[in-house]
């Protein structure tokens, strides 16, 4: 019974997001010409005034590690608290050590 | 004060302390502890200095790496900003206090565990996690801290990984946050698809423009997701797991602060801030109201049936996060009301309130199963003989959370009583119900500790100083927030609710006005 609900649900999901995925309601695939402009705007900014705001050539790691840096430092807390963990986890037993 | 300038520090001293913790440990196990209480602390300095600047000036917003937010010729951000309302001031205050007294308990309480340098970068991780999503105006980077605040959670929950239960509650809360925190990052990655930027703020802005379809999925992914992280009804089965089987100076932490920053305060942003007047906030309010009722019930429920005392405590949360959703919903369906501004001030009381409540009686219970080992409450009659200021402490975060004229909750759950009568008065009956079993709940307990004594319990003690602080300072809190409870609700919670509704507020502090 509860199985059933869930592939139901998991079923409708899948609906739902096959339906925005559709372009003709959703999200546009390969915007280009103007709809470049109207939905990646931001993108189309980092492009133009990457190079001359940042320095760097290469717009993947401008946006990385000088306009979205704070997020960089982020994902690098993310790993050092995920191998802490592990490490913690792993640790021998309390009545092992003695 | 100067806001700005002291806002970074809150993430700059924690994630510096986390960082160094592995260096600092080199020179022992008092360096360590020192450390660890230093950190936190000044996190807690930082933490009241920003609370008090936010509630002088009101909004404030930092931009990273930049003067202004907006890039050059444009009149959109490009840069990651902090946005700190009144409402995020007082997520921030919380956590810092009662993140500073959990460390502070863990000293005494932790003792006798292994890998304790570990367990302190956690702590303070922990930390960093929940400042970060309490600042944010960025909704990327509002999941990267979602993230590190949850997988430092994982491990702690499982971190005493002899026992049975930490591992098995810890790989049942993996599983299900995980899937919780994909959700989100997938109606972040719709939003992005469809409005090409991910600022909260101009977010706002592009969807009052545009309401697709596309939006509402996102919404619902987030609010699927996001009461997966605070505990809701159908799905708070990991809570009652993953609370009780961490240690006790983290179930504070998960029970008091993690539920509420990553469920309550994420939930509350997204649907005031970025969705505001975009969709309907009747619908969205009454999807909220009917999770917050099964929740109440059931959680409150569930706590009057549970012979382990921590198991007992956490399906109370489970019940307290009822009553706040319950004030959530009612404000978001009477957007705009009175009364919707009444049930929204109280869920945010209620918020604060049942973080310092539930913190107490988490270590509380942290006290008992140290001095005693054993958490089953048929063994723990007559802890009031041999224990006397656990107890006492005990009957403060109980009469509290049941809401006891005196003390701090009474406020809180009598802003939500009176704003769900006037709503709709069936929501009022079904909250008294679930005050009702959760005062059934705390009476059983306490009918236990004033019981005979029995042989086990003789032996017991009160705790140690570093173990009795953080109850005493909780409890003196509990006490004098309640001797103050309509001036808080006027002074603090009010304005806060007025600065959450005001969406337009929030939208011209980044877009300067535009």
Redesign the interface.
Do not use: C, M, S
């Given at each position: 019974m509860k199985r059933t609900i869930a592939y139901l649900s998991l079923l409708f999901i899948l609906g739902?997001?096959l339906?925005?995925a559709n372009p003709n309601?959703?999200?546009?695939f390969g915007p280009g010409g103007k709809e470049w402009l109207?939905?990646?705007?931001?993108?189309n900014?980092?492009i133009e005034?990457g190079v001359q705001?940042v320095g760097g050539t290469n717009i993947v790691t401008d946006i990385v590690f000088?306009?979205?840096?704070?997020?960089t430092?982020?994902?690098a807390?993310?790993l050092?608290?995920?191998i802490?963990?592990?490490?913690?986890?792993?640790?021998?037993?309390?009545?092992d050590?003695k | 004060m100067n806001g700005e300038a002291i806002l970074p520090y809150l993430i700059i001293i924690p994630?510096f302390g986390?960082?160094s913790m592995p260096i600092v440990n080199l020179l022992g196990r008092k360096a360590r502890e020192a450390w660890a209480v230093i950190i936190s602390g000044a996190t807690l300095a930082v933490g009241s200095a920003l609370f008090y600047s936010v509630w002088e000036n009101g909004i404030l917003v930092y931009t990273?790496?930049a003067k202004s937010p907006l890039?050059?010729g444009?009149s959109?951000p490009?840069?990651?900003v902090w946005e700190v309302d009144l409402f995020g001031a007082i997520m921030v205050l919380m956590v810092t206090l009662v993140g500073f007294l959990a460390v502070v308990y863990s000293l005494g309480y932790m003792k006798?565990?292994?890998?304790l340098d570990?367990?302190y970068?956690?702590i303070i991780?922990l930390e960093?996690?929940m400042l970060?999503i309490a600042i944010t105006g960025d909704l990327?980077?509002f999941y990267?801290?979602l993230?590190?605040m949850s997988?430092?959670s994982?491990?702690?929950v499982?971190?005493r990984?002899?026992t049975w239960e930490g591992i098995e509650a810890?790989i049942k809360y993996m599983f299900v946050g995980s899937i919780a925190s994909a959700f989100i990052l997938l109606g972040i990655a719709?939003l992005y698809?469809?409005?090409?930027?991910l600022t909260m703020s101009y977010l706002a802005v592009k969807l009052a423009q545009n309401p697709?379809?596309?939006a509402k999925?996102a919404l619902?992914l987030f609010i699927a997701g996001l009461l997966f992280k605070s505990g809701a009804s159908p799905v708070h089965m990991w809570l009652a797991d993953a609370h009780p089987a961490a240690p006790s100076s983290i179930s504070a932490m998960l029970s008091g602060l993690v539920i509420k920053i990553g469920g309550i305060y994420a939930l509350a942003r997204i649907l005031f801030s970025i969705y505001g007047h975009s969709v309907s906030m009747k619908t969205v309010g009454w999807v909220i109201i009917i999770f917050a009722c099964i929740t109440l019930i059931v959680g409150n429920a569930m706590a009057v049936i549970q012979n382990d005392m921590k198991r007992l405590l956490a399906y109370s949360s489970v019940g307290q996060i009822g009553y706040i959703l319950l004030g959530l919903g009612i404000g978001l369906a009477a957007y705009g009301s009175q009364t919707g501004e009444i049930a929204m001030a109280g869920a945010i009381y209620h918020t604060f309130n049942h973080a310092l409540m539930k913190a107490l009686l988490f270590l509380i219970a942290g006290v008992v199963i140290h001095q005693l080992g054993t958490r089953d409450l048929n063994e723990l009659s007559g802890l009031a003989k041999t224990m006397p200021k656990t107890t006492f402490a005990f009957l403060i975060g109980a009469a509290a959370i049941i809401g006891m004229p005196p003390l701090n909750g009474f406020a809180s759950k009598w802003l939500i009583y009176e704003s769900s009568a006037i709503f709709n008065p069936i929501l009022g009956a079904i909250a008294i119900i679930g005050t009702a079993f959760c005062t059934a709940a705390y009476v059983k307990v306490l009918y236990t500790f004033f019981g005979r004594p029995n042989e086990r319990v003789m032996k017991a003690r009160d705790p140690e100083g570093s173990m009795l602080w953080p109850i005493i300072i909780l409890a003196v809190a509990i006490v004098v927030m309640g001797l103050f409870p309509w001036q808080i609700s006027d002074k603090v919670m009010i304005p806060a609710v007025k600065a959450l509704e005001n969406q337009l507020a929030y939208i011209s502090a980044v877009l300067g006005g535009a």
């Open positions: 739902a997001l339906y925005v309601y959703g999200l546009k109207t939905l990646r705007y931001t993108d900014y980092y005034h705001e000088d306009y979205r840096g704070y997020d430092i982020g994902e807390t993310v050092f608290t995920a802490a963990g592990a490490i913690a986890l792993l640790r021998p037993w309390r009545r050590e | 994630l986390a960082f990273l790496g890039g050059q444009v959109f490009i840069r990651i006798h565990d292994t890998g570990k367990y970068t956690l991780i960093l996690g970060g990327f980077n990267v801290f993230e590190i997988i430092a994982y491990a702690l499982a971190f990984n002899d810890g719709l698809g469809q409005y090409g930027t697709t379809v596309t999925v619902a």
